[in-house]
């Protein structure tokens, strides 16, 4: 599947979807609760669904109704194989959570999760007291508990997603855990995993992020839990104003966790006229020049952020390149192949990414399967001499399914 997008003008207003980060963290809670837990706005995008069934899978009875999922009944093993699709954090998430069960279970997966490393699951889980082994460091994952507590190192360089899941999980075991983790990437993410496992009852401390103590045989409590709407997904759009028009975006939280609100930092230093106003954020064209940003913390900005780049003066230089290696797609060579394809020069040196603002020509651009390439594409479309054709354009449904159809609600003229 292909999508045309032709150059145009940008004025409208969107919603953001819910939060498929915090759709899948909502759902692991769910899981550990004895109880009625009610998850509102769920993100039912690919990676919320394969959630979704990984809790069935896991004994937990779901009711879907307007606006909400219910979650009844305590999890128990029902089903030896669970897949997660293509979902890294469902992948390093819910593994844990499997390994509190006294039973075997292989986890599987999907399109470009195959190709993402889960190596660094193995020694911790055993040290923890599960047996855990990969495919040579890959999916499939088998898993079997239940896990006891005690001491574990974690390597958190390529992703905090495995600490997400063992903070998770080991609030449920029978002894008290201290994890050593090193070179943690993406803290903001594991702020929102532990705000979310508070409005549970569950508490978790931790020494300057290095680490982290976890009190055994906690208790989940029943509770509702409302998604947020996705910084991650807004920014394209937040980025679309900025060089096209005018923006406004709906459904997102001023003061949330989420690592991916920094994109208004890296507009604002770009120069674009962003803010609040009631009950929308919105970002609004001016002129603008290249900037430098780290997203070390943020690795999902830097789509988004290399569009904005190719649309600012100057060569912009944007930290953390190194993050991208393992993400749905190798994104810094995502990057550097498909922008060459329409006219923007990118290169990479270490752990920096240098984007030279130019004239976008247009052309055909791969989205390698990876849902933020593809959207990228469309957003680079906004200011490019000619249309630009995005290949694989599918892929979007992994977190936004309608993001074509609401990309063309805003854009005028194209």
Known sequence: ???????????????????????????????????????????????????????????????????????????????????????????????????????????????????????????????????????NGFVPVTICGPLQGGVAEIDGSISSQMLTGLITALPLAPNDSTLHVHKLRSIPYVDMTMQLLKNFGIEVTHENYEIFHIKGNQVYQPANYFIEGDWSGAAFFLVAGAIGGEVKVTGLLRNSAQADIIILDALQRAGAIIGFEKDYCFSRKNQLNAFEFDATHCPDLFPPLAVLAANCKGTTKIIGAERLLYKESNRALALMSEFAKIGI??????????????????????????????????????????????????????????????????????
């Open 1 to 135: 599947m292909f999508k045309k997008i032709q150059p145009s003008k940008i004025n409208g207003t969107v919603h953001a979807p819910a939060s498929k980060s915090m759709m899948q963290r909502a759902v692991a809670a769910a899981i550990l609760t004895d109880g009625r837990v009610e998850i509102l706005n769920p993100s039912l995008c690919n990676d919320g669904l394969s959630a979704i069934d990984v809790a069935k899978g896991l004994g937990k009875k779901v009711i879907s109704e307007p606006g909400k999922l219910i979650f009844n009944e305590w999890f128990r093993y029902t089903r030896p194989d669970l897949n997660v699709g293509e979902s890294g954090l469902g992948i390093r998430m819910f593994t844990p959570l499997a390994a509190l069960l006294d039973k075997t279970i292989r986890l599987q997966g999907s399109g470009t999760l195959l190709n993402r490393p889960v190596d660094m699951m193995e020694a911790p889980l055993e040290a923890l007291g599960a047996k855990c082994v990969t495919r």
């Open 345 to 414: 020069s990118i290169t990479v040196d270490g752990d920096v990414m240098s984007i030279n603002g130019s004239e976008i020509t247009g052309g055909t651009m791969d989205s390698y399967n990876d849902h933020r390439v593809a959207m990228m594409g469309a957003c680079a479309a906004i200011n490019s001499k000619k249309e630009v054709i995005i290949q694989n354009s599918a892929c979007v449904s992994k977190s936004w399914p309608t993001f074509f159809g609401d990309f063309g609600k805003i854009r005028v003229g194209g």
